[in-house]
Nanobody, 123 residues
Framework: QVQLVESGGGLVQAGGSLRLSCAAS????????MAWYRQAPGKQRELVAS???????NYPDSVKGRFTISRDNAKNTVYLQMNSLKPEDTAVYYC?????????????????WGQGTQVTVSS
């Protein structure tokens, strides 16, 4: 079983920075793509940043140039560095991992989510 544990959320003033971390634990798996999503009250969950196993990244225009996603494959950990934060960045941030689970004679592909961490940006 794979678990994702997030940390690093909190309260920050507009213009400030935060760094989120998400570590995957368990055994017998390989992580493919990883990503961060967020969900603000009354809104749908949206992609914030993604990174492939090879390190290719993708960002929506709303965070491009302010947020940076990175991963440490040896630690099965993904990070999100958030700079120049704005009040509209306030949301619960979720870690996502696309995982291949290695069984005795086959593999399973599963999507995993973290529990979410609150990020609040005050004006």
């Amino acid at each position: 079983q794979v678990q994702l544990v997030e940390s690093g959320g909190g309260l920050v003033q507009a213009g400030g920075s935060l760094r989120l971390s998400c570590a995957a634990s368990g055994s017998g798996f390989t992580i493919n793509d990883m990503a961060w999503y967020r969900q603000a009250p009354g809104k749908q969950r949206e992609l914030v940043a993604s990174v492939t196993s090879g390190g290719r990244t993708n960002y929506p225009d709303s965070v491009k140039g302010r947020f940076t996603i990175s991963r440490d494959n040896a630690k099965n950990t993904v990070y999100l560095q958030m700079n120049s934060l704005k009040p509209e960045d306030t949301a619960v941030y979720y870690c996502f991992a696309d995982v291949t689970i290695w069984l005795l004679t086959s593999t399973l592909r599963r999507e995993h989510w973290g529990q979410g961490t609150q990020v609040t940006v005050s004006s």
